[in-house]
């Protein structure tokens, strides 16, 4: 079993930076992020593994950096230059290897709110 918690959310105005963090429990194949804005499906952002290969979905590519802390468990997900667009909750996904399978875990979410 893991458990994600999320923080760092909140509201920022366009061009402004946030980091978000996530905290994980148990051991865990890879943890990444997803967003889901009101009324959209949810969109993968970015995701790292325990080899700390990294990889982003075309929304994050030039402005978003994952990275892990130095808890191996702590993984962040800073955002720079945020867009209104950027508005969503955010949340924290972590892969995990139980007896053999692939089993997924998610955080409660955190907003993130950018204001033109």
């Known amino acids: 079993q893991v458990t994600l918690v999320e923080s760092g959310g909140g509201w920022v105005q366009a061009g402004g930076f946030l980091r978000l963090s996530c905290v994980a429990s148990?051991?865990?194949?890879?943890i990444g992020w997803y967003r889901q804005a009101q009324g959209n499906e949810r969109e993968w952002v970015a995701r790292i593994n325990r080899n700390d290969e990294i990889t982003y979905g075309d929304s994050a590519k030039g402005r978003f950096s994952i990275s892990r802390g130095n808890a191996e468990n702590t993984v962040y997900l800073e955002m720079k230059n945020l867009r209104p667009e950027d508005t969503a909750v955010y949340f924290c996904?972590?892969?995990?290897?139980?007896?053999?399978?692939?089993?997924?875990?998610w955080g409660q979410g955190t907003q993130v709110t950018v204001s033109a």
């Open positions: 148990g051991s865990t194949v890879s």
């Open positions: 996904n972590a892969r995990a290897a139980v007896r053999g399978t692939s089993v997924e875990y």
